[in-house]
């Protein structure tokens, strides 16, 4: 129910200039994807037919990650629990940067010190409503200290923040923000 997510993001790698662009899509709807992103690179990957990425894909999307330059989770993956050890696995595995978002943020919001495995630069690009889960904080502390909250969870797990909202804060993990 969320392919919309997927050829979005697709979309708008194609439309910057990334060059190539790889998505890595649950099998079961890669008919989808083909039809809406002509242009991008199509990887199918073990679903079980259900349409959400089973467990045993994180070795696929290991695969698929090589020889890229930067990799992008999140949009469109569901916030079925299996979701979990996908992006634990693209954690781990990634040694080029790495920009996570929507469900991949949901995903590790349920085990944040995975992000401890990070091998590579990242970016987080949370809503208020993600970030508060994440920090496991309600979303008026996140509003109410949103430059404190991004530079604390930048700092702390050593990742670049974009703080998504009115005036978006981009906190790195030296304590440099921008606003």
């Not at 194609?14 to 991008?40: M, Q």
């Not at 070795?59 to 634990?88: C, F, H, W, Y």
């Not at 990070?118 to 993600?130: D, F, I, R």
């Not at 996140?142 to 009115?166: D, T």
């Amino acid at each position: 129910g969320m392919t919309g997510a997927g050829v979005l993001s697709g979309l708008s790698a194609l439309r910057t200039g990334a060059g190539v662009v790889y998505l890595g899509v649950p099998a079961s709807l890669s008919a989808v994807y083909d039809a809406s992103l002509t242009e991008a690179v199509i990887i199918p990957l073990e679903d079980r037919g259900t349409g959400v990425l089973a467990p045993d894909s994180a070795g696929q999307i290991a695969a698929g990650m090589e020889g890229k330059t930067v990799v992008a989770a999140g949009p469109g993956l569901s916030g079925n629990r299996d979701i979990l050890e996908a992006v634990a696995g693209v954690i781990r595995k990634s040694t080029v940067p790495l920009v996570l978002d929507a469900d991949a943020l949901n995903a590790i919001s349920r085990e944040v010190c995975v992000l401890k495995e990070l091998k590579c630069e990242a970016v987080l690009t949370p809503h208020p409503g993600e970030m508060s889960r994440l920090m496991g904080i309600s979303i008026p502390e996140v509003q109410n200290n949103r430059v404190e909250a991004a530079v604390e969870f930048a700092c702390r797990w050593n990742i670049i923040m974009v703080l998504k909202g009115s005036r978006t804060v981009t906190a790195l993990p030296d304590g440099t923000v921008y606003i």
